[in-house]
Every structure is written in C-alpha cells, then in structure tokens.
C-alpha cells in the first residue's frame, strides 16, 4: 500500500498528493507531537542518530512522506522496501550497499513482513548498519514481532484535524493554479471537502483533483454542492472493520451507552452503519452491555438487546438501523447497574485463587436414599416461611457483599426495589458499592 504523495508511475502524470510530497519535516501539515520542533525525532535527526522506528496510523496520514523527508534531511540514501514486493535477498543486498553509503531503509506495511523478515531489519538496526522507519497501518503491538517492537520507537500519527485538512485542501489549490488550473470552492465546500475524507489528506487531494480535471482549458472550474457529492459518492468508505479504526469507534460507541449519553451513541453507531459494519455484530456489542452497564437497574434492557438481535438476522440494512438505534438508546437511556459484571467477576478471581469451599451439609444434595445417613441433613426450605426466605448459611467462606455489592441509586429501578424488599424482608442493609451498607 503506498502512503500520502507516494511517486507515481513515471510513465504518466504525478497524482496531485505526489507532486505535493514534502521534502522536509517542516513541510508537512499536522503531527505536530510526532515531528514538531524539540521532539524526540527532531533531536534524533538533529543528532544524524535515528535508529529504528516505527510510524503507525490510518492511511493517508503521511507516514512515507515523513520518512523520505527524514531521508532528506539526514542526507542519506532512502531505499524502500515492501512486503509485496521484496524479500530475505533484497534485505540483505541493502545491507551490503549500507556497509559503503549511509542509508535510510524504509519498510512500508512492515506488519506484513513474515517473522523472518522483521528479524533481518532488526539486525541492521542492531549492528548500526541503516537506520529504519517501519510504517504500518495495524497495531503494532498486534502486528509486529515482540523483538521488533522492544528495540524501536513506536510513533503513533493522528488523523488530520478539520483545520489541518481545510489547509492541505488550499495547498492543493494552489498549486492547481501553478499548473494553470483554477479552482473555485466557497469556504463551505472546502470544510465539507476537508470533513468527508476523514482526516486522510491523500484521500482529499484525490477528491479535489478529481473535481479539477476534464474541464475546459483556460476557464475557472466553479465547485458545485453536487460536484463534491458525486465525488464522495464514488470513493470508497473510510472504515476498517479488522483494524484499530474499528475497534476505536466500537469502543467510542459502548462507551457511550455506558455514559448515558444518546446523541453520542446514535453517532458512533451511525459511523459504523455507514462503514457497513455486520448489524449482527452491533446487536452483539448491544446485548452485551445491557448486562454489563444497565444489568440489574433494567432487566428489559436485555430483552430489547436480544430481540434486536432476532430482528436484525431478519431484516437487513437500511431498516436494521432503526432497530439498533430502538436497542442502543435503550442502553444508553436507561438507569445504570455494574453489579452483574462486577459480581461475577470477583467470584471468577476468588475461585480462581482460593482454596475451594466445602459444600455445607444442608446444601448438599438429598434426594437419594441414605443422604440422610451421610448428615446431607437440616436444609430450610425457603417457601415454607411466609416471608419467603429462611436464616441459613449459603457460603460460609464468602462474605456478605464479597461480590454482590448493589448499584441501586435513588431511582425506582429493578435493583432498588429488590433492595429494599430484602431489607424489609431480612431487616439487614444491602451491601451496596456507594456508601457501603445501607
């Protein structure tokens, strides 16, 4: 995969984001915590002492344009590899031309180098012979080698801001005009160009070039609402679905239902509908956080969960994302319980780790002849006391509130109402997480 003002063909015409590549740090729009004055890659740059290091984003956010104008400025000789294309061989003959002229080797993609690959480019860093940029659109820490990772510096490259986008947008106009070529966009066309690519400047490059051309020489091209919506029309989605964009959006997405807040809710969503992400894996997420974060406080959180779930393996998009809304909102309107989670997961870590408690006498199973004689013997069955509930011991190893501690608030939700039956009930206060007993 090629990056921002990646070279074109030399047999035709450079593509508007190649023509635009910059030829220093100082140059290039954005990333100012990654390349801008007094940074850890500035000083190293400065020092001619690079090392390994590996650039890690989306695509379109100049990891190659970085790494050549890092070569330029250390002044040495910029080879690049990919794994498409090269091999253990190449590796090793651009270690032998190292040995004679300083170099900058840059691996695009690195996460698709196989192991043994990764672990020739770490020996050049670690002999001295190159230094080396690794750019990668997956995680790291996912995607390459643990040696890999420990002996580099991970540099992580943030999606363009709408103002760094609208200024990469003017950049390409401008030089448009220098090719004789005006261009004509109200100051709402260029946010609306700089906001659809998604803070991928090659994407909106592409975009604005692709307005640009085909018209009639010598006359200004007037950029029309339709113009830019034909555009975006034909490119394609921005959404990973097995990378970290997709994982940080569904993390954005649950996130807010957690926090109870719908109109974030309804827009993370809405990015994952419009990046055609499977309705069933978002009724899934939906389903699972009616338990985790609603739980206990509304109990009918989880049936709207599951039966968007049916819904949604019946009825496909575009209908299905009314239904994920209905079950969304559901969890992010609703009151908030972690009890459940919580609970279950303090007796995973106590089973986990402590000795197994005995089964106490009266608890033990009954229902044969001679369990009496064995003393399974004494167990209070609860429905034969009219409160509906008999002093007995259940786990005599487990203290009251070890795991269940209720989330009830002030509200008259289910875990509310529960409390307060059994407090009536059992005259004890309910171990509960805020304030303790109640």
């Not at 609306?192 to 018209?215: F, Q």
């Not at 974030?264 to 969503?269: D, G, M, R, S």
Request: aromatic share 6%.
């Amino acid at each position: 995969m090629t990056d921002l003002f990646d070279a074109a063909p030399r047999t035709g015409s450079m593509p508007l984001a190649a023509e635009l590549r910059p030829a220093t740090l100082d140059d290039v729009i954005g990333q100012e915590k990654v390349i801008g004055d007094g940074t850890m890659l500035r000083r190293r740059i400065a020092a001619g002492r690079l090392g390994s290091i590996i650039l890690y984003g989306p695509p379109g956010l100049g990891k190659t344009s970085i790494a050549r104008a890092i070569g330029n400025m250390l002044g040495k000789n910029f080879r690049p590899l990919h794994a498409a294309h090269n091999n253990v061989a190449d590796i090793r003959k651009i270690a032998d031309e190292a040995r004679m002229r300083p170099t900058l080797l840059f691996a695009d993609e690195v996460h698709r180098f196989s192991a043994t690959q990764q672990d020739h480019l770490l020996a050049l860093c670690e002999e001295g012979v190159a230094d080396f940029i690794g750019a990668t659109t997956g995680n790291p820490y996912h995607t390459l080698t643990p040696a890999l990772i420990s002996r580099s510096t991970i540099l992580k490259l943030e999606p363009l801001t709408i103002e760094e986008m609208e200024e990469v947008v003017r950049r390409g106009v401008r030089h448009l005009a220098s090719r004789g070529i005006e261009v004509r966009l109200e100051p709402e066309q260029l946010r609306r160009i700089a906001g659809r690519s998604g803070g991928d400047a090659r994407r909106a490059l592409t975009v604005l070039e692709s307005l640009a051309v085909g018209h009639a020489p010598g006359r200004p091209v007037v950029l029309t609402e339709a113009m830019v919506e034909e555009a975006y029309a034909a490119a394609p989605v921005n959404h990973d679905r097995s990378g970290d964009a997709h994982y940080d959006v569904v993390s954005a997405f649950v996130k807010s239902m957690r926090g109870s807040d719908p109109d974030a809710t309804l827009y993370w969503l809405a990015r994952l509908i419009h990046g055609g992400e499977d309705p069933r894996y978002i009724a899934r997420r939906i389903m699972i956080h009616a338990s985790e974060d609603v739980g206990l406080a509304d109990n009918t959180a989880l049936q709207t969960a599951v039966a968007a779930l049916h819904a949604v393996e019946k009825i496909g998009y575009p209908e299905a994302q009314i239904i994920l809304a209905h079950a969304a909102l559901h969890v992010a309107r609703a009151p908030k319980s972690n009890s459940a989670c919580r609970g279950i997961s303090l007796a995973l870590a106590h089973v986990a780790n402590e000795p197994p408690s005995a089964v106490p006498m009266h608890l033990r199973d009954a229902h044969y002849k001679g369990a009496a004689a064995l003393g399974h013997v004494g167990y209070a069955f609860p429905h034969d006391d009219g409160r509906g509930w008999s002093e007995q011991v259940y786990a005599p190893d487990v203290p009251r509130g070890g795991f269940y501690q209720s989330d009830a608030r002030d509200a008259a939700t289910f875990e509310r109402r529960a409390d307060d039956h059994w407090e009536q009930v059992t005259g004890r206060p309910t171990p509960g997480r805020f304030g303790g007993k109640r």
